[in-house]
């Protein structure tokens, strides 16, 4: 069965620091892949998408991620994080033959101190 | 546009009683969802329909639980009767799939319920 990893449970960050957020996936065939934010208390916003071309893809708010077919990754980043950022990051792939149906990972909980 | 519209955004209920969460997806999207959050199991897919028809419902936990989408423009989740680990915060997301093409799936802000 397909699942999607991500590692860190909870990031604690400063403001201005660096963020890469991990996400593996299992499965071997065409993906799409996603990174959706949530806000406390809010529902979930697309981030960013990936379904072909470049694999560094730009998304809202400065966050970007990179597809690495060989690795089953695509991790999240942004160069310097605000107060404002603090939230739960999900990364969800839709398998190339699995019509509509997203798979999210656990999720990833980011605080950042003013 | 509106977004996705998801009724009642708070609902607290008893133990033993029906509840029926609603959602109006995005006009001319054909593909809708309903997840269901909760800190123990995360964001888990309950069932899915595309042009008002199930497709994949094996997300649903038990009998308890049923959704319909009469039109293009609603569906609901029903539980009957309800328990407390049903409570979680349920989502309705949709999307446009055209010609086999996956498309972005847009969230509504959520029904929170509690059941005591």
């Known amino acids: 069965a397909q699942s999607v990893s991500q590692h860190n449970h909870h990031v604690i960050l400063s403001e201005a620091a660096s963020l890469e957020l991990g996400c593996n996936y299992s499965?071997?065939?065409?993906?799409?892949l996603f990174w959706y934010v949530q806000y406390p208390g809010q529902h979930l916003q697309l981030l960013l998408k990936y379904f072909s071309g470049d694999p560094l893809v730009k998304g809202i708010k400065g966050f970007e991620a990179e597809f690495i077919k060989s690795k089953f990754s695509f991790n999240l980043r942004k160069p310097s994080v605000q107060w404002s950022d603090t939230a739960e990051y999900f990364c969800a792939v839709i398998r190339g033959n699995a019509g509509n149906m997203l798979t999210f990972g656990g999720g990833t909980r980011l605080m950042v101190k003013p | 546009d509106a977004g996705v519209i998801q009724s009642p955004r708070h609902e607290v209920t008893e133990m033993g009683q029906e509840v029926t969460l609603r959602c109006k997806p995005i006009?001319?999207?054909?593909?809708l969802f309903w997840y269901r959050q909760t800190m123990m199991r995360g964001l888990e897919l309950l069932i899915y329909f595309n042009n008002n028809v199930p497709i994949d419902d094996s997300g649903m936990p038990e009998d308890r639980f049923s959704a319909k989408m009469p039109n293009a423009s609603f569906s609901t989740l029903k539980i009957q009767p309800s328990e407390p680990r049903d409570s979680a915060v349920y989502f309705c997301a949709s999307s446009l799939s055209a010609g086999g093409r996956t498309d972005t799936q847009y969230f509504g802000p959520g029904t929170r319920l509690t059941v005591l």
């Open positions: 499965y071997g065939g065409t993906v799409n």
């Open positions: 006009s001319g999207h054909n593909s």
